[in-house]
């Protein structure tokens, strides 16, 4: 018996980090063993998630099962987006054309600037008086 095909990456985002498992099958989404409408309530994340899926005409096609943590809603859903992506790398090398055009293999390097000592927050200073 031939084991079943199965396709690894991890994705990030801020500091959300997911790992996904792509596989042919019915087009289940499981998200930290839960399925994708029970994890995710918005509808802009559900269409982030989708977006490398759709894109590449795989949408229905494959089976994602993903184990995220760290950051929100919003960093999670790219965290997700950005591992299908690298995933579907894996799978098939030909849609990197597509999915680089797109801008999906791009890690999103911003992250939340640290606060510096001597005022209230990263940027913001205590407000000067003169007297």
Request: aromatic share 8%; proline share 5%.
């Amino acid at each position: 018996m031939i084991a079943e095909q199965r396709f690894y990456a991890t994705g990030k985002r801020k500091t959300a980090v997911a790992r996904v498992w792509l596989q042919p099958g019915a087009g289940h989404v499981t998200i930290n063993k839960q399925p994708l409408d029970k994890y995710v309530d918005r509808e802009t994340a559900k269409m982030v998630i989708f977006q490398p899926l759709v894109l590449t005409g795989t949408f229905g096609k494959m089976d994602v099962a993903v184990n995220v943590h760290g950051g929100g809603t919003s960093g999670q859903a790219g965290a997700i987006r950005h591992g299908i992506t690298k995933a579907l790398l894996e799978l098939n090398p030909e849609y990197r054309e597509v999915l680089k055009r797109a801008g999906f293999l791009t890690r999103d390097p911003r992250q939340k600037e640290r606060k510096k000592y001597g005022q209230p927050g990263a940027r913001a200073r205590f407000q000067y008086s003169k007297r």
